[in-house]
């Protein structure tokens, strides 16, 4: 059983920058591939970002490409999201979720392992 938190949602302006992270629980962090998605109000939960178990490959959605890094760090159990020259369509609630499978840059989020409860990111013009 592993359960996430993610942390480090907030408001922020238009072209600024922020950071999410995800804590997972439990020893069997590192056989996880880690992914994020979101959910923006009226719309349905996208594919963000994900991260192989070793951190070795990573894959993005197009509309975050050159934008957003992902990372982990298997030590402390930590997944985290980088957000670099964010815009307000980049408003939404952020969502940690682990899979034993990878799907590439096309993560189904009905099929990942574990979800976490989300972190609200806003973005202002």
Same mark, same amino acid.
């Not at 592993?2 to 069997?28: I, K, N, P």
């Not at 959910?39 to 509309?63: C, H, L, M, N």
């Not at 899979?99 to 392992?113: A, I, K, M, Q, T």
């Given at each position: 059983?592993?359960?996430?938190?993610?942390?480090?949602?907030?408001?922020?302006?238009?072209?600024?920058?922020?950071?999410?992270?995800?804590?997972?629980?439990? *020893?069997?962090?590192? %056989?996880?591939?880690?992914?994020?998605?979101?959910?923006?109000?009226?719309?349905?939960?996208?594919?963000?970002?994900?991260?192989?178990?070793?951190?070795?490959?990573?894959?993005?959605?197009?509309?975050?490409?050159? *934008?957003?890094?992902?990372?982990?760090?298997?030590?402390?159990?930590?997944?985290?999201?980088?957000?670099?020259?964010?815009?307000?369509?980049?408003?939404?609630?952020?969502?940690?979720?682990?899979?034993?499978?990878?799907?590439?840059?096309?993560?189904?989020?009905?099929?990942?392992?574990?979800?976490?409860?989300?972190?609200?990111?806003?973005?202002? %013009?």
């Amino acid at each position: 059983q592993v359960q996430l938190q993610e942390s480090g949602g907030g408001l922020v302006q238009a072209g600024g920058s922020l950071r999410v992270s995800c804590v997972a629980s439990g *020893r069997t962090f590192s %056989s996880y591939a880690m992914g994020w998605f979101r959910q923006a109000p009226g719309k349905e939960r996208e594919f963000v970002a994900a991260i192989a178990w070793s951190g070795g490959r990573t894959y993005y959605a197009d509309s975050v490409k050159g *934008r957003f890094t992902i990372s982990r760090d298997n030590a402390k159990n930590t997944v985290a999201l980088q957000m670099n020259s964010l815009k307000p369509e980049d408003t939404a609630v952020y969502y940690c979720a682990a899979s034993r499978l990878e799907y590439g840059s096309s993560w189904p989020w009905l099929l990942v392992d574990y979800r976490g409860q989300g972190t609200q990111v806003t973005v202002s %013009s």
